[in-house]
């Protein structure tokens, strides 16, 4: 479903952010990609979802090359970014609906699928509010469900936990299962180690740029936790 070959981002002034990363997401897979800050991982993910270009190597979403037809692949994929950037002069139905048009949604799959989303988020009775109005928690339940309403096919999220209280952490681990289940791939980074243990079948960690281990969760971690073989392969690597 995502395949990143030889990826290889420098930015002016020669750093190289980076470096001849590869790494293989299959559809069904809750895949953790992890790291220290500066280590790579952010501007890995806004290369995959096309909003950074890079010059080396390439990256393919479902066979489809991400530099060839950025079009094609931003139709089967939805991106939740770490801070939620949207239109706060809409409300809550209107932005969802201009998602909805985006993607040719059709009208009653639509509106079920935000009654669904909406009730799990417990944000419905706020959608005909300004989006200026929500708090950061309800702008982060608000952009995870317009990533959903259109039910991609690889869904991007940069530690998309941050701002979403108990409840709604839980209600997003449970329906990004439910979407690997129905053949989706999740792609995500986080610094909450336990929950990509506990959520993640496969794992990637990063460091300087350069891709330090990656493989099946169990592998990766053996006897110990994530944290302690984190902060092994962190300072050692």
């Known amino acids: 479903m995502l395949d990143i070959v030889n990826f290889t981002k420098t930015y002016k002034g020669g750093k ?3 470096d001849r990363l590869n790494l293989h997401v299959e559809a069904g897979d809750i895949y953790g ?3 220290h800050n500066g280590a790579g991982k952010t501007t890995t993910i806004r290369a995959v ?3 950074l270009d890079f010059e080396e190597g390439d990256i393919l979403i479902d066979g489809i090359s991400v530099k060839k037809d950025p079009l094609a692949c931003k139709k089967i994929l939805a991106y939740i970014p770490d801070n939620p950037d949207i239109y706060e002069y809409m409300t809550g139905i209107q ?3 201009f998602i909805g048009d985006i993607f040719n ?3 009653q799959t639509r509106e079920a699928l935000i009654q669904k989303y909406a009730d799990a988020f417990e944000i419905t009775s706020a959608l005909g509010d300004l989006i200026s109005s929500y708090s950061h928690g309800m702008k982060q339940k608000l952009t995870v469900i317009s990533a959903l309403i259109h039910s991609p096919k690889l869904l991007v999220l940069d530690e998309p ?3 979403l209280d108990p409840k709604a952490a839980h209600t997003l681990k449970t329906i990004m299962g439910e979407l690997c289940a129905q053949g989706s791939a999740i792609f995500f980074s986080s610094h909450v180690l336990d929950t990509v243990e506990k959520l993640c079948n496969k794992i990637a960690i990063i460091k300087g740029g350069r891709l330090v281990i990656s493989g099946d969760t169990q ?3 053996g006897n110990s936790s994530l944290e302690d073989v984190f902060m092994e392969l962190i300072e050692h690597a």
Request: zero cysteines; glycine letters at 14%; proline letters at 5%.
């Open 105 to 107: 949604i059709p009208k």
């Open 95 to 97: 932005y969802l609906n």
């Open 49 to 51: 979802v096309g909003v």
């Open 219 to 221: 592998e990766v971690k």
């Open 33 to 35: 990609f992890i790291g």
């Open 161 to 163: 936990f941050v701002g």
């Open 16 to 18: 190289k952010a980076v």
